[in-house]
């Protein structure tokens, strides 16, 4: 990559935003930002970032219909920065489109792999091989191997690590899971989900008790965790 | 009988004597035979028994067979006594000054009865529009019931509200003396919700006739107090309907008061909400900004050995501030019903690990064990609200501990009851302070031990548990140190499902 992504962050607070953007240039990213959603849509059209943060409270027009209106002309990620107790709020940016969040007041590094991620997932074309710390997935040839060991797993958990992992690093909505997983059989309910999701994490987690690969996602669903090497 | 009744009957009789002479007089002028004259005296008889009832109509009747007898029935001017004429007359007008006087006394009773029935009609009516229209306090209202109650014939009597209990009374409002013997009497019609009623003791010189009654107040088959009526003779019912209205008017005052704490609690409340989103927002927004400005310090002290581990003290203590207004926040969002726990199934493993994720510096501190056991189902709770509960079991633990020594997070199935989780934190610390927990390591009440003392992490972590439906408690551990265990609701996976 010879050109830095372009982030723009979209706050109302000043204080945030230059700081905000401050930290993200010392990363070598470079930044645009805006004060609410119309100068955010604004400034997206004139320099087409790579990556949007996006606070959600804002006069004017908020961070709401600045999703919607992003996503009716691109896929650029867009991560949402969410006040803690508004849980509401960021499970309905998700369903707009909103590509993952973070809970103001977030940790930089929280952040920054946050960012990562969603870049990594636009930027990489679609490989044949997931390759993550210790897990490997074949998707052409449909074979697992963790921890140098083949993993045997039944056809639903395999299509769960595949919709997962080729999301990583993106809260999934069960509903999400369970349209892809469950084309056939539309009344599948999150219990389903969660028994098979449980039978795949002991199988590919080398310590349960302390998951690498899946992890559940308050009121949303799950989130594959591993960043991919 | 009284001066004015015998009046009464001294003119009806002089009345029916002078019909008598009349008939009398009338018979022998115009020459009538002695069946027409009977009919004149009958008319006498009935005049006389109508105006003046039985002793009137007794003495006309009397009169008018001597006169009959002597005037009319042959031989004339003698009283014959053999004649059974003479007797069937006297019989004939007795009869009929008998049933005149009956029907006449039963006429007049119910004349009277319609009007004291009326009488109470406008009274209870002048009631309920006083009680419901003009009152607008307690006070107000034992007025209103005293002067209905006087309309009503009482010579004593009063208004009592029970406070709670049928034995704790409140007298509203009094009229004449109140003789302590009848709290008894009250409090009896308070428990059993039916009206007593009796002649009024002989002993009380000034109520000489009618019947005390005592009324509870009914309202949605509660007692709330009771209406005392004493020396009344005013009709049962007309009383019952007197103690409804007042039942149902101390009803509204209450709902009236109520009301308005209501309102008052409403408009608290929206102060409260508007309060919590005010708070939250001003205080996210700096602290996200000084979260911001201590990352940038950390890149520039980087370098710079002496200033490294103040810019680490002040990202610590921002991270500690930052979860505290966490806790409190979520704490003031489910007091103020701003924000409900919302559960759903949720593995320890997760909670764990999004600790550790929430407290970097104390993992990286010391050495930190994990273990879930196989077995152990998932918990049901609000996933945010228990990680905050272990984030601040966590940080007890760590503030505790010696350096280095290592903290353990377990969780496994609880050992007694199925259907719970217990997950633990152990530490090395100086164990359990006293006055903290009772033998079993339940939490005693704040009485005992003030929130400093404890720490205000547990006393955070014991409410936002309960209201996860679970419970904290606290026990020294075998080999020094302490186990907090966090109990909650379990989630056990559907059967006949797995794969």
Same mark, same amino acid.
């Given at each position: 990559?010879?050109?830095?992504?372009?982030?723009?962050?979209?706050?109302?607070?000043?204080?945030?935003?230059?700081?905000?953007?401050?930290?993200?240039?010392?990363?070598?990213?470079?930044?645009?930002?805006?004060?609410?959603?119309?100068?955010?849509?604004?400034?997206?059209?004139?320099?087409?970032?790579?990556?949007?943060?996006?606070?959600?409270?804002?006069?004017?027009?908020?961070?709401?219909?600045?999703?919607?209106?992003?996503?009716?002309?691109?896929?650029?990620?867009?991560?949402?920065?969410?006040?803690?107790?508004?849980?509401?709020?960021?499970?309905?940016?998700?369903?707009?489109?909103?590509?993952?969040?973070?809970?103001?007041?977030?940790?930089?590094?929280?952040?920054?792999?946050?960012?990562?991620?969603?870049?990594?997932?636009?930027?990489?074309?679609?490989?044949?091989?997931?390759?993550?710390?210790?897990?490997?997935?074949?998707?052409?040839?449909?074979?697992?191997?963790?921890?140098?060991?083949?993993?045997? !797993?039944?056809?639903?958990?395999?299509?769960?690590?595949?919709?997962?992992?080729?999301?990583?690093?993106?809260?999934?909505?069960?509903?999400?899971?369970?349209?892809?997983?469950?084309?056939?059989?539309?009344?599948?309910?999150?219990?389903?989900?969660?028994?098979?999701?449980?039978?795949?994490?002991?199988?590919?987690?080398?310590?349960?008790?302390?998951?690498?690969?899946?992890?559940?996602?308050?009121?949303?669903?799950?989130?594959?965790?591993?960043?991919?090497? | 009988?009284?001066?004015?009744?015998?009046?009464?009957?001294?003119?009806?009789?002089?009345?029916?004597?002078?019909?008598?002479?009349?008939?009398?007089?009338?018979?022998?002028?115009?020459?009538?035979?002695?069946?027409?004259?009977?009919?004149?005296?009958?008319?006498?008889?009935?005049?006389?028994?109508?105006?003046?009832?039985?002793?009137?109509?007794?003495?006309?009747?009397?009169?008018?067979?001597?006169?009959?007898?002597?005037?009319?029935?042959?031989?004339?001017?003698?009283?014959?006594?053999?004649?059974?004429?003479?007797?069937?007359?006297?019989?004939?007008?007795?009869?009929? *000054?008998?049933?005149?006087?009956?029907?006449?006394?039963?006429?007049?009773?119910?004349?009277?009865?319609?009007?004291?029935?009326?009488?109470?009609?406008?009274?209870?009516?002048?009631?309920?529009?006083?009680?419901?229209?003009? /009152?607008?306090?307690?006070?107000?209202?034992?007025?209103?019931?005293?002067?209905?109650?006087?309309?009503?014939?009482?010579?004593?009597?009063?208004?009592?509200?029970?406070?709670?209990?049928?034995?704790?009374?409140?007298?509203?409002?009094?009229?004449?003396?109140?003789?302590?013997?009848?709290?008894?009497?009250?409090?009896?019609?308070?428990?059993?919700? @039916?009206?007593? @009623?009796?002649? /009024?003791?002989?002993?009380?010189?000034?109520? *000489?006739?009618?019947?005390?009654?005592?009324?509870?107040?009914?309202?949605?088959?509660?007692?709330?107090?009771?209406?005392?009526?004493?020396?009344?003779?005013?009709?049962?019912?007309?009383?019952?309907?007197?103690?409804?209205?007042?039942?149902?008017?101390?009803?509204?005052?209450?709902?009236?008061?109520?009301?308005?704490?209501?309102?008052?609690?409403?408009?608290?409340?929206?102060?409260?909400?508007?309060?919590?989103?005010?708070?939250?927002?001003?205080?996210?927004?700096? !602290?996200?900004?000084?979260?911001?400005?201590? @990352?940038?310090?950390?890149?520039?002290?980087?370098?710079?050995?002496?200033?490294?581990?103040?810019?680490?003290?002040?990202?610590?203590?921002?991270?500690?501030?930052?979860?505290?207004?966490?806790?409190?926040?979520?704490?003031?969002?489910?007091?103020?019903?701003?924000?409900?726990?919302?559960?759903?199934?949720?593995?320890?493993?997760?909670?764990?690990?999004?600790?550790?994720?929430?407290?970097?510096?104390?993992?990286?501190?010391?050495?930190?064990?994990?273990?879930?056991?196989?077995?152990?189902?998932?918990?049901?709770?609000?996933?945010?609200?228990?990680?905050?509960?272990?984030?601040?079991?966590?940080?007890?633990?760590?503030?505790?501990?010696?350096?280095?020594?290592?903290?353990?997070?377990?969780?496994?199935?609880?050992?007694?009851?199925?259907?719970?989780?217990?997950?633990?934190?152990?530490?090395?610390?100086?164990?359990?302070?006293?006055?903290?927990?009772?033998?079993?390591?339940?939490?005693?009440?704040?009485?005992?031990?003030?929130?400093?003392?404890?720490?205000?992490?547990?006393?955070?972590?014991?409410?936002?548990?309960?209201?996860?439906?679970?419970?904290?408690?606290?026990?020294?551990?075998?080999?020094?140190?302490?186990?907090?265990?966090?109990?909650?609701?379990?989630?056990?996976?559907?059967?006949?499902?797995?794969?």
């Amino acid at each position: 990559m010879t050109l830095a992504p372009v982030i723009l962050v979209v706050d109302d607070d000043p204080a945030i935003r230059e700081s905000l953007e401050r930290e993200l240039r010392a990363r070598a990213y470079a930044t645009v930002s805006a004060s609410d959603g119309q100068e955010g849509l604004r400034v997206f059209e004139t320099h087409t970032p790579d990556l949007v943060l996006t606070d959600l409270s804002m006069p004017r027009s908020d961070g709401f219909e600045l999703i919607s209106a992003l996503r009716a002309k691109a896929r650029t990620p867009i991560i949402v920065l969410s006040v803690r107790g508004s849980d509401a709020d960021k499970i309905r940016a998700l369903d707009l489109g909103a590509d993952d969040f973070v809970t103001k007041p977030f940790s930089v590094a929280e952040l920054l792999a946050r960012v990562r991620a969603q870049l990594r997932r636009t930027t990489t074309p679609a490989a044949t091989l997931l390759t993550f710390e210790g897990l490997s997935i074949d998707l052409g040839r449909r074979r697992v191997v963790q921890g140098g060991r083949d993993i045997r !797993l039944t056809p639903t958990e395999y299509a769960l690590l595949e919709v997962l992992a080729s999301n990583a690093g993106k809260p999934m909505f069960t509903d999400t899971i369970i349209a892809r997983v469950w084309r056939e059989a539309p009344s599948t309910t999150a219990d389903t989900v969660r028994v098979h999701m449980s039978a795949l994490r002991k199988k590919i987690e080398p310590d349960p008790s302390s998951p690498r690969y899946i992890v559940t996602e308050p009121w949303v669903g799950y989130r594959f965790i591993a960043e991919p090497v | 009988m009284s001066l004015g009744q015998l009046r009464s009957v001294v003119v009806s009789s002089l009345v029916g004597v002078v019909a008598v002479a009349v008939a009398t007089l009338g018979g022998r002028v115009l020459d009538l035979n002695s069946s027409t004259v009977g009919f004149a005296f009958l008319i006498s008889v009935l005049v006389a028994s109508l105006r003046g009832g039985l002793v009137a109509g007794t003495v006309t009747s009397i009169l008018a067979t001597l006169c009959y007898n002597f005037f009319f029935l042959p031989p004339l001017h003698t009283f014959t006594i053999q004649e059974p004429s003479n007797w069937m007359a006297l019989v004939a007008f007795l009869v009929t *000054s008998v049933t005149v006087s009956r029907l006449v006394i039963a006429a007049r009773r119910q004349a009277e009865t319609a009007e004291q029935r009326r009488r109470e009609l406008e009274t209870l009516y002048d009631l309920s529009i006083e009680l419901f229209t003009a /009152t607008n306090r307690v006070g107000a209202l034992g007025e209103a019931a005293g002067r209905a109650l006087s309309l009503l014939g009482a010579r004593e009597g009063g208004l009592v509200l029970f406070e709670g209990s049928p034995y704790r009374q409140n007298v509203v409002w009094w009229l004449g003396e109140k003789p302590d013997e009848i709290e008894e009497l009250i409090a009896g019609v308070g428990r059993h919700k @039916e009206p007593l @009623e009796f002649p /009024t003791f002989a002993g009380a010189e000034k109520i *000489s006739r009618g019947r005390d009654v005592y009324l509870p107040l009914l309202v949605g088959g509660k007692t709330t107090g009771a209406l005392v009526a004493r020396g009344t003779d005013a009709s049962l019912k007309a009383l019952v309907s007197a103690s409804r209205l007042v039942g149902l008017a101390v009803e509204r005052e209450k709902f009236i008061e109520e009301n308005a704490h209501v309102q008052a609690l409403r408009e608290s409340e929206t102060l409260k909400t508007s309060l919590l989103r005010a708070i939250s927002h001003d205080l996210t927004t700096p !602290l996200t900004a000084i979260t911001l400005h201590t @990352e940038a310090l950390r890149r520039m002290a980087e370098s710079d050995g002496e200033w490294r581990a103040p810019v680490a003290g002040i990202a610590n203590e921002t991270a500690r501030l930052r979860r505290r207004i966490d806790n409190l926040l979520s704490m003031a969002r489910l007091e103020a019903g701003k924000a409900r726990p919302r559960r759903e199934p949720t593995p320890p493993a997760d909670l764990f690990r999004a600790a550790r994720e929430n407290l970097p510096l104390v993992f990286e501190s010391r050495p930190v064990t994990i273990h879930v056991d196989d077995d152990c189902p998932d918990a049901n709770v609000d996933p945010s609200l228990a990680l905050e509960i272990l984030v601040n079991l966590i940080e007890n633990a760590h503030r505790v501990s010696p350096q280095g020594a290592a903290l353990e997070l377990v969780a496994r199935q609880h050992p007694l009851d199925l259907q719970q989780v217990r997950m633990e934190v152990l530490d090395r610390g100086p164990g359990v302070p006293a006055g903290i927990a009772d033998a079993e390591g339940n939490l005693l009440a704040g009485a005992t031990t003030d929130v400093a003392q404890r720490g205000l992490g547990l006393e955070i972590a014991r409410s936002l548990a309960a209201a996860n439906g679970g419970s904290i408690g606290i026990a020294p551990r075998q080999g020094g140190g302490t186990v907090a265990r966090l109990d909650v609701p379990a989630a056990p996976l559907p059967v006949g499902e797995s794969a």
